[in-house]
């Protein structure tokens, strides 16, 4: 493994709203971000936490270990060779998505201000991880897959690989890949090259990006990502921490993406548009607008077809006189969760996904 590649040396657009420099991460703004359902990779959001290393793309190794009868390792260029390559379209989604709106809720400190824009759509292409995990003699004690990167990341004094897991009964296994290409081209470093998981409908921080290993574990990751940070604690007392339940599954969640609050309206015909999406099994459903604080609701026109694993744009017109409006949005999905009026606060400003309430000014 060679140096970290220095973030200015990576390709993204100019418009990409950077949250943060170093390690970097940044969102395509919102009114860019619904004019396509797959993201070109350089309006693609980026969510790092330590180093971006580069790695050999033919030699780089992948171990696969812990309660399974014989370890093993498959460089990419076996993986390439001995498994099937199939593409998928898939949206990842930060688990900080729409943090600022929470925080003005209630505060949140010491985390990266997200928008509604920390997530993104593309065709990911590779081997599933079904077809390596049919190559695992699986010892019965396994319960989980143990995923760790080839980064490095700092915390409290301690430098190590980022890592996460997900039970190995999760049904989202099945729409999982290897991937190593990205819209048709090889996977950038910035975004996991050579070799990265993708799973779908599950919190973004579980798709580990610079695979180095998987183990077949009888007990989730202690990584601190899984441990520690990746959680829905209420208070930032070590015992509220040892007992709030690990982030999974994407909650339910729609976004207006235009009209922006900013951006001035004339009276009459105005199109509202912006994205759903939700979590796990589930598909979206519906989207719904209101203009008068939930008492009634109008239904917005999907303009995607609901699929596994990825998000929907919608659309409405509305026919809007002079004057200010809240408009609020919320999504139904086909398991029937829907979007909560109130957010479920927690310290790290996770999973936001109560109503969306959006001013608007019309001239």
């Known amino acids: 493994m060679r140096d970290s590649l220095p973030s200015f040396d990576l390709a993204k657009s100019a418009t990409m709203q950077v949250v943060q420099a170093e390690p970097f991460n940044a969102g395509t703004p919102l009114a860019e971000l619904a004019d396509s359902y797959i993201q070109p990779t350089s309006h693609f959001f980026v969510r790092t936490h330590g180093t971006i290393p580069s790695l050999d793309p033919e030699t780089t190794t992948i171990h696969v270990q812990g309660l399974l009868a014989q370890p093993f390792g498959m460089s990419i260029t076996e993986i390439k060779q001995q498994l099937p390559y ?75 690989g980022y890592g996460g897991s997900i039970p190995l009964n999760e049904p989202m296994i099945e729409h999982s890949l290897l991937a190593y290409t990205m819209n048709g081209a090889p996977l950038p470093a910035l975004h996991g090259g050579p070799l990265r998981l993708v799973i779908p409908g599950i919190v973004g921080a579980r798709s580990v990006k610079w695979l180095r290993s998987i183990e077949l574990s009888a007990e989730p990751s202690h990584n601190y990502f899984q441990r520690r940070a990746y959680r829905l604690a209420q208070s930032s007392e070590p015992e509220a921490w040892q007992t709030a339940p690990m982030l999974h599954e994407l909650p339910v969640n729609a976004v207006l993406c235009l009209p922006t609050p900013d951006q001035p309206l004339t009276a009459g015909t105005i199109t509202l548009a912006g994205y759903a999406i939700t979590g796990g099994q589930a598909l979206v459903e519906r989207v719904e607008i209101s203009l008068d604080q939930g008492q009634t609701w109008q239904s917005a026109r999907l303009i995607d077809p609901p699929t596994l694993g990825c998000w929907s744009r919608w659309q409405i017109e509305l026919e809007l006189a002079v004057g200010a409006y809240q408009c609020w949005v919320r999504a139904t999905d086909s398991l029937g969760q829907q979007q909560p009026e109130q957010p479920a606060w927690n310290v790290k400003g996770y999973h936001h996904n109560a109503i969306q309430r959006v001013r608007l000014t019309v001239c």
Request: glycine letters at 10%; one cysteine or more; charged letters at 20%.
């Open 86 to 160: 199939i593409e998928q379209v898939s949206t990842l989604q930060c688990a900080g998505n729409r943090r600022q709106e929470m925080h003005a809720y209630q505060p949140i400190y010491g985390e990266l201000p997200w928008g509604a824009n920390g997530l993104s759509t593309a065709t990911w292409g590779g081997a599933p991880l079904r077809a390596l995990l049919e190559r695992c003699e699986i010892e019965p004690a396994a319960l989980h897959l143990v995923f760790e990167s080839y980064d490095q990341v700092e915390r409290h004094g301690q430098t190590f």
